[in-house]
Antibody, heavy 120, light 108 residues
Framework: QVQLVESGGGVVQPGRSLRLSCTAS????????MHWVRQAPGKGLEWVAV????????YYAESVQGRFTISRDNSHNTLYLQMSSLRAEDTAVYYCAREKNGIWSPFDIWGQGTMVTVSS | EIVLTQSPGTLSLSPGERATLSCRASQGVRSSYLAWYQQKPGQAPRLLIYGASSRATGIPDRFSGSGSGTDFTLTISRLEPEDFAVYYCQQYGSSPYTFGQGTKLEIK
């Protein structure tokens, strides 16, 4: 079935780096734009980044611009989020999500999330 | 950046009642690119409504969305026990994509 599975979360010290992965299955990954969305403990949803289906365009939230990099490997149906210079305020559950149908569409499939804790 | 403000913050109702949730945008949402999501504790969000008024696949018809421009509404016509959750609106017509802060729908 259509599925997204995140991995790579964990506890990391401030200033360090971490890479998250999101493996897709059950659909043609190469035709969908993909997003990362995060949720700090007890808080609401915050959009983080988007990458177009072919990787040609990427956009970021101001809060992560210059520190996080979204990428994808279409040959392995995998989405990535490289996070560097991590801060305590980056602590959150990170979800990957699929665009429903093309650019500027809602997110119809979500992963279960992976927890990132930034703490010394 | 389009700021979305949801009201009320918490809504206390009983099963069988009607719920009306509001989402107001700081500027017009392009082409009514406004979605609603439901999130239960420990779960990922689930898409309910997109394009302001279209139900996503598998969503019961007791959920309906309306509105345009800057004012949008999610209505649950008759609450079922499984509807008690947090609801978020989202605009996806311009970057950065933004979410409202959420409305918690709790059992009275």
């Amino acid at each position: 079935q259509v599925q997204l599975v995140e991995s790579g979360g964990g506890v990391v010290q401030p200033g360090r780096s971490l890479r998250l992965s999101c493996t897709a299955s059950g659909f043609t990954f190469t035709t969908y734009g993909m997003h990362w969305v995060r949720q700090a403990p007890g808080k609401g949803l915050e959009w983080v980044a988007v990458i177009w289906y072919d990787g040609s365009n990427k956009y970021y939230a101001e809060s992560v611009q210059g520190r996080f990099t979204i990428s994808r490997d279409n040959s392995h149906n995998t989405l990535y989020l490289q996070m560097s210079s991590l801060r305590a305020e980056d602590t959150a559950v990170y979800y990957c999500a699929r665009e429903k149908n093309g650019i500027w569409s809602p997110f119809d499939i979500w992963g279960q999330g992976t927890m990132v804790t930034v703490s010394s | 950046e389009i700021v979305l403000t949801q009201s009320p913050g918490t809504l206390s109702l009983s099963p069988g009642e009607r719920a009306t949730l509001s989402c107001r945008a700081s500027q017009g949402v392009r082409s009514s690119y406004l979605a609603w999501y439901q999130q239960k504790p420990g779960q990922a969000p689930r898409l309910l409504i997109y394009g302001a008024s279209s139900r996503a696949t598998g969503i019961p018809d007791r959920f309906s969305g309306s509105g345009s421009g800057t004012d949008f509404t999610l209505t649950i016509s008759r609450l079922e026990p499984e509807d008690f959750a947090v609801y978020y609106c989202q605009q996806y017509g311009s970057s950065p994509y933004t979410f409202g802060q959420g409305t918690k729908l709790e059992i009275k």
